[in-house]
């Protein structure tokens, strides 16, 4: 079954710093790639998607993800967080046809000042 | 234009009582879907429907049935509620095509079942 890995349940970070989140999924064949954030207490927002041609995919709020395929990675960078970045981020994949997201478990960044 | 709406937005339930969760959206999207969220394993696909009239299991569906309404409406209902079905239910739509698969998500139903 394919699948989504966030290694990194919890990245502390100081506000400025740079910070990139990992992704890696069980296989490329035909994805499509997205990374979601969750502020407390809310749904799901759109960071940015990867659906086809340059692999360097930038989104709101200053963040960025590469698309690799050969390490089917898709990790999420931002160069200068702020402390309201602070938040759960989501990568979530679909593979092929088929409309179904898989959602890794989460990295929940914590900026402090 | 409100997006995905979902009511109620906190419910508290004991054992084996019912009750439904409600979804609706306004962007005339095709696609609608029901996911929980519990700590530490991401959100997991309870039910989908790729379209009106059709409904298919997704990773969780045991304890769950749905009901595609109309278009707008997709809803989730618990028959005999289990403190296991404690969690965060989200409700998103989405536009099947190339260049349009994101999904957009309602902003959750928190559930406690004591």
């Known amino acids: 079954a394919q699948s989504v890995t966030q290694l990194d349940s919890q990245v502390p970070v100081f506000e400025e710093a740079p910070v990139e989140l990992r992704c890696n999924y069980s296989?490329?064949?035909?994805?499509?790639l997205f990374w979601y954030v969750q502020y407390p207490n809310q749904g799901l927002q759109l960071l940015l998607k990867?659906?086809?041609?340059?692999?360097l995919v930038k989104g709101i709020n200053g963040f960025e993800a590469e698309f690799n395929k050969s390490q089917t990675s898709f990790h999420l960078r931002k160069p200068s967080v702020h402390i309201s970045d602070t938040a759960e981020y989501f990568c979530?994949?679909?593979?092929?046809?088929?409309?179904?997201?898989?959602f890794g478990t989460g990295t929940r960044l914590l900026v402090s000042p | 234009n409100a997006g995905v709406t979902q009511t109620p937005k906190f419910q508290v339930l004991k054992t084996g009582q019912s009750m439904t969760l409600q979804c609706a959206q306004d962007?005339?999207?095709?696609?609608m879907y029901w996911y929980r969220q519990d700590p530490g394993m991401g959100l997991r696909l309870i039910y989908y429907?790729?379209?009106?009239?059709?409904?298919d299991k997704g990773e969780v569906p045991n304890g769950y049935n749905v009901s595609r309404l109309n278009k707008r409406e997709f809803s989730l209902r618990l028959e005999s509620a289990a403190p296991s079905q404690t969690s965060v239910y989200f409700c998103?739509?989405?536009?099947?095509?190339?260049?349009?698969?994101?999904?957009?998500f309602g902003p959750g139903t928190r559930l406690t079942v004591t």
């Open positions: 990867y659906l086809s041609g340059s692999t």
């Open positions: 429907s790729a379209s009106e009239g059709t409904t």
């Open positions: 296989s490329s064949v035909s994805v499509y």
């Open positions: 979530a994949v679909m593979w092929g046809g088929f409309q179904k997201l898989v």
């Open positions: 962007m005339n999207h095709n696609s």
């Open positions: 998103a739509s989405s536009e099947p095509g190339q260049g349009a698969r994101e999904q957009y």
